[in-house]
């Protein structure tokens, strides 16, 4: 059993990048179901606002901590994760692992450009994918023929990008129609994909600035990146209130 590490009441997996994909191969090569998170400062603080949500994602088999903010604020909490495990970076090694051990890959999310150009620079990269299929996120997420549809493709991997809430939510909702498959939710990685979005270079993620370099290319999400401020005053909180 791993370790959890509680930050404001959400359970991380504290383990390191290369053993959440080993955990997940397995989960995989054993044709067994798992619900993936990958959370940042952003979805924690969305928590508090929408206790369904919340209780989607304790319902995840792992919730991995993505982002710098949450390696931060599990030292603030005197309880250091390891290693930072992002959607991204999970998702390409996957790819990879997918690649050679020619497991199905369905992409779910995007818009319909987006989706379908995603999917032609996976099969460019990864010329051995198999791709069990493809579809944009743009539909009647309450329908439940959609989630009926990929499972017949019979896919081991899913990638969910709807971005939070709605992915995780679509996932919990729809993972009982499947009988096997490991379900990510990554987000806007669909986009960094398709390269309509530049994810941040190494340099910008080791000066711990993803997020500047990311409000840099997309201005119009400067409201939504107002989390991540409200997020650590939130845990210096929390340590607060401990100690009391
Ligand atoms: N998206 C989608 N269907 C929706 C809403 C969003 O497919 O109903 C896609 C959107 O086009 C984008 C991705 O979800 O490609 C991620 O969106 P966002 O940047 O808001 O999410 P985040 O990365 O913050 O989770």
Known sequence: MNERIKILGIPFINTSFNKMIEILQGKIEKEEKAFVVTANPEIVMYTYEDAEYKETILNADYIVPDGHGILLASKILDKPIDERVTGYDLMM?????????????????????????????????????????????????????VACEIAKSNPDLIFVALGFPKQEKWILENISSFSKGVFIGVGGSVDVLAGEVKRAPDIWQNMKLEWLYRLLQQPSRWRRMLALPRFVIQVLYSKNQKKD
Do not use: S
Request: net charge positive; proline share 2%.
């Open 93 to 145: 090694k996957l790819l990879e692992l997918a690649n050679k051990n020619r497991w199905r890959i369905f992409l779910l999310g995007g818009k319909a450009e987006v989706n379908r150009k995603a999917a032609l620079n996976l099969t460019a990269e990864f010329p051995d994918l198999v791709l069990a299929g493809n579809q944009d996120g743009y539909f009647n997420t309450d329908d439940k023929k």
